[in-house]
C-alpha cells in the first residue's frame, strides 16, 4: 500500500518518471523474451532504447544535484541571491493574522497596512488577541522628519493625511465592545527605521515581518521574514527592536480620542 501510494504521489507530480518508465519496460521486454513472441533484434533494439532512457534520466538528476552542491556552496560563502530573502509583500499576511493571538505593528503611518488588517484586527481583539500598534506622532515634528527622510520635505502634510485614516481606524478598532485593555496604540516622535509586524513572537511558531523602508515614496519596500530557530539571533534582534520602540512611544490616550491606555 505505502508503494502504490508513494507511486500515485510520483505520478502526480511528474516525478520519477524515468525510472518507473525503465522499471516498466524492462519488465515487458522480460515477459515478451520468454514468450518468444519477438525476434532477438526487436529485444536487442527495445533494450538499447530502455538503456538511453535510463540513461538520459541519469544526467538529468546529476545536473540537478551539480545545480543543488553549487547552491549549498554559495549559501556557505554568503552569496545568497537576494531574490531568496527578499521580497515586495508579506505573501498570506490576513491567513497568519487570522490565527495570532499577539499581534504588535511598527511603522510610519501604516495606512496601508492598517487599512487591509484592520478587520481582521478587530476579529482577533473580540477573540481574546492582544493588538499592539505603533506608528509616528501626528501632533509632533515626525511628519516633518518622514517628509524629509522621503525626499519631499516640502509634502509633511502628504504624512499627516495618511495617518488621519490610520488613527480613525484604529480609534474604531479601539472603541469595539469587548476589547477593552487589548488594543493598545501608541505614537512615536521619531520616524522607525524600518517596519515591523510580528505574529506570536514569544510562541515557537511565532513570525517577524520586516519593511526595509526606501527614500523614494514612488518605490515598494523590500520585505524580508524571520521565524524562530531557524533565523536566530536575528529573530530575536528584532523582537527587542519593537520593544524598544514601543517602551518610547507614547500611549494613546483620551487627548487622542482613545480609550485611556491600560495602567492609567
Given amino acids: ?65 551539480a545545480e543543488l552542491t553549487a547552491e549549498v556552496r554559495a549559501r556557505g560563502r554568503g552569496e545568497v541571491a537576494a ?26 503611518t501604516l495606512s496601508r497596512t492598517v487599512r487591509n488588517l484592520v478587520d481582521e484586527l478587530q476579529r482577533r481583539a473580540v477573540a481574546g488577541a492582544v493588538v499592539k500598534v505603533a506608528l509616528i506622532d501626528p501632533a509632533g515634528s515626525a511628519p516633518e522628519e518622514a517628509a524629509r527622510r522621503s525626499t519631499i520635505p516640502e509634502r509633511a502634510e502628504m504624512y499627516r493625511n495618511r495617518l488621519r485614516s490610520s488613527v480613525d ?30 505574529l506570536d513572537p514569544q510562541r515557537p511558531g511565532g513570525r517577524i515581518h520586516v519593511d526595509i523602508y526606501s527614500h523614494s515614496s ?8 524571520v521565524l524562530p530557530h531557524r533565523d536566530d539571533p536575528w529573530f530575536e534582534h528584532f523582537r527587542t527592536e519593537f520593544d524598544s520602540v514601543w517602551e518610547h512611544g507614547r500611549p494613546a490616550g483620551a487627548s487622542d480620542g482613545f480609550p485611556p491606555a491600560p495602567g492609567t
Avoid at 85 to 107: C, P, S
Fill in 169 to 198: 481606524l484604529l480609534r474604531e478598532l479601539a472603541e469595539t465592545p469587548g476589547v477593552e485593555g487589548r488594543v493598545e496604540v501608541r505614537f512615536l516622535g521619531f520616524v522607525p527605521a524600518f517596519g515591523l509586524l510580528l
Fill in 218 to 225: 514612488a518605490s515598494g519596500d523590500a520585505v524580508f521574514t
Fill in 83 to 108: 531574490a531568496d530573502f527578499l521580497g515586495t509583500d508579506k505573501a498570506g499576511l490576513v491567513e497568519q493574522v487570522r490565527t495570532a493571538q499577539d499581534i504588535r505593528i511598527v511603522g510610519v
Fill in 1 to 65: 500500500m505505502r508503494f502504490l501510494r508513494r507511486l500515485r504521489a510520483d505520478l502526480s507530480t511528474g516525478q520519477n518518471l524515468e525510472i518507473y518508465t525503465t522499471a516498466l519496460l524492462s519488465l515487458v521486454l522480460a515477459v515478451l523474451g520468454v514468450l518468444g513472441t519477438v525476434g532477438s533484434e526487436v529485444l536487442s533494439a527495445a533494450v538499447l532504447a530502455t538503456l538511453a532512457l535510463l540513461a538520459g534520466g541519469m544526467l538529468v538528476s546529476r545536473r540537478q544535484v
